[in-house]
């Protein structure tokens, strides 16, 4: 999940975003209303976290822009005014939710899961593809009831595939959203993490469910298909 923090103070954009990463997290940053936008413009992002207090655009202009242009992406505002009308005024300019500082991090987590699972449908908390098993609150994963080690960008990658289950995922589609602006895309990390998670998915099992098919991309697949590497 590809997430832009929208935050001015860059102390705090760091830490936050430090610890978002650390939860499987993709994290850009915006430091002002304006460059909010335009990584609004050329990114394609899960989730928009806020803040209000901006220079040059504040974040109610920010998220009225956003709408204005017919994007739904989730927006959860962050700020320390906690004034009933300040809230108000938020979800009016189409913020999703408000949460004030200083809040509480797994709360932010919490809310941020809650808005990620919405969508054209609800989508539950533990995903199941075959026999394998991904709690996404917890960022774990178990086949045939054995517990896996993944890091976060393990689980990232696998969270994403496993949403779009049964369907191929470019390239391009997944550095959009597991790996952040700074992706180099000529790089070949994607693979490299393939064939990580094949070893920690796949190996042992006669049901191979992380599949690749050359010159499209990859498909985590809920059963057996046919001419498929």
Not at 134 to 162: G, M, V
Not at 211 to 226: F, I, K, V
Request: with cysteine; hydrophobic share 45%; proline share 3%.
């Amino acid at each position: 999940m590809r997430i832009l923090l929208v935050e001015d103070q860059s102390d705090a954009a760091q830490v936050l975003a430090k610890g978002l990463r650390e939860q499987s997290y993709a994290v850009d940053i915006a430091p002002d209303g304006e460059a909010a936008l335009y990584q609004m413009s050329i990114n394609d992002y899960d989730l928009i976290l806020l803040d209000v207090m901006l220079p040059r655009r504040n974040g109610i202009e920010v998220c009225q822009n956003l709408r204005a242009g017919g994007s739904t992406v989730p927006v959860l505002m962050l700020t320390a005014r906690d004034a009933i009308q300040d809230r108000v005024l938020g979800l009016d300019a189409g913020a999703d939710d408000y949460l004030s500082k200083p809040f509480d991090f797994h709360e932010l987590l919490a809310r941020m899961r809650a808005l990620l699972r919405r969508g054209p449908e609800v989508r539950p908390e533990a995903v199941h593809v075959a026999d394998l098993v991904l709690d996404t609150r917890s960022r774990r994963a178990w086949r045939s009831n054995h517990a896996i080690e993944l890091t976060a960008k393990e689980f990232a990658l696998l969270d994403y595939l496993a949403r779009h289950v049964d369907r191929v995922v470019g390239r391009a589609e997944i550095a959009e959203h597991v790996w952040d602006e700074a992706f180099d895309p000529f790089s070949n990390l994607i693979e490299v993490y393939i064939q990580r998670l094949r070893r920690k998915i796949d190996e042992g099992h006669s049901l191979k469910l992380i599949r690749t098919l050359r010159g499209q991309g990859y498909m985590l697949c809920s059963g057996e298909p046919d001419g498929h590497v």
